[in-house]
């Protein structure tokens, strides 16, 4: 008997252990979820959240803004007689291209419309934006080809390029965002080297 007690004891001793053990288990388990919950919800608000008006105006703005320095690029290519211009061209597509595409993310995830896209329709895109080419200026530059296309081309980029420096200054000075003030700095070095870059193609630096 004595044996037996002493048999049933440490099997109900060793339970108890195992049980303690596994409660503390979970409870770890518990917490280490609830922290990396917590985390995510931390660095999701972080990454979608931390913007203001100023950030919504130039994502808005900006994205016009491209869309329609595309588009005159996109002209360059059956229209224009210098390489250069081709050149030049084919780098403003493939730059500003990605930038729309990060900046519709960002206006998704903060519960923004993401303008319509009215390039290649004949419309003024956004007249409220600085360096905007009006719909008749469009027209002239779809009509032109050979060596006054190009002229024709560097000299509007050259205005395009300004209000887009413009406006990515206002955002650096006004936004809260820090994507887009990163996104608003690397477009006034980018743009502004573009800018004398053309000026010289034109005679002018």
């Not at 931390?42 to 203001?52: D, E, K, L, Q």
């Not at 211009?85 to 519709?104: H, N, R």
């Not at 409220?128 to 469009?138: F, K, L, V």
């Not at 406006?167 to 965002?177: I, N, R």
Request: aromatic share 4%; net charge negative.
């Amino acid at each position: 008997m004595t044996a037996q007690r002493r048999f049933v004891r440490r099997t109900v001793a060793l339970a108890v252990t195992a049980s303690v053990a596994a409660l503390t288990l979970t409870a770890c388990g518990g917490d280490s979820d609830s922290k990396t919950s917590s985390g995510t919800e931390t660095s999701s608000g972080t990454r979608t959240g931390g913007h203001n008006a100023a950030d919504v105006s130039f994502s808005k703005e900006m994205i016009q803004h491209h869309r329609q320095a595309v588009e005159m690029a996109g002209l360059a290519a059956d229209r224009a007689s210098s390489a250069q211009v081709k050149s030049l061209a084919t780098k403003i597509k493939g730059a500003q291209d990605p930038e729309i595409k990060t900046m519709s993310g960002w206006l998704t995830s903060w519960g923004e419309k993401v303008p319509q896209d009215m390039s290649g329709m004949g419309h003024d895109m956004s007249s409220s934006a600085p360096g905007m080419m009006t719909g008749a200026d469009m027209g002239k530059l779809e009509k032109a080809s050979g060596a006054m296309f190009d002229t024709m081309f560097l000299n509007m980029m050259v205005e395009h390029h300004e209000g887009a420096v413009d406006m990515a200054k206002t955002e650096k000075a006004d936004g809260k965002y820090d994507p887009a003030t990163e996104l608003a700095a690397d477009v006034i070095t980018a743009q502004s080297a573009e800018i004398e870059q053309m000026n010289k193609m034109l005679g002018k630096g």
